[in-house]
């Protein structure tokens, strides 16, 4: 081979080693193209189902939150509803406490002035008992003062 042949194969092949350079960058190109566009796509639908997760989110805590407020006003009916009995009941038991309270005090009262009858009555008794003695007591007593100034009176004239 001549030198000529030579530099000719050797041109030629660092003219296909170009050529596979510019070969591979063009593939490398257009894979890259293939890559960016497969990427735009999965970013697109990243994106979409990131907007409907977002509203998703939204419309959940929203749900959350009208749940939570229904929750909270059954809660309030509730306890109102509770209070109301438990207000009728207490005042129920109060009305009948205060009326047991009156009939135990009507019944006293009247057992109270029953024995105070009972009590004046026997105490006038024993009065008009003490007074027939005392009248006795003092007939007695007259009647010996008067035995007694008679016997005086004899015994000064005799």
Known sequence: MTEASKIEKANALAKEL???????????FEQSQEVLKQTEAKLKETETKAK????????FFDGLV???????SDAVS?????KTQVTSKI?????????????TKAQAIAKFEELKTESNTAVEAQLKTLREGFDKVKSKVS?????????VAE???A
Do not use: C, M, P
């Open 78 to 82: 509730k306890f109102e509803s509770s």
């Open 52 to 59: 409907d997760a977002y509203s998703k989110r939204n419309e």
């Open 18 to 28: 170009f050529l596979a350079n510019l070969g591979l960058a063009g593939k490398v």
């Open 143 to 151: 009647r010996n003062a008067a035995e007694a100034t008679e016997v």
């Open 155 to 157: 015994t000064a004239t």
């Open 66 to 72: 009208a749940r939570g407020e229904k929750v909270q």
């Open 91 to 103: 005042e129920g038991s109060k009305s009948q406490a205060i009326a047991k309270f009156n009939e």
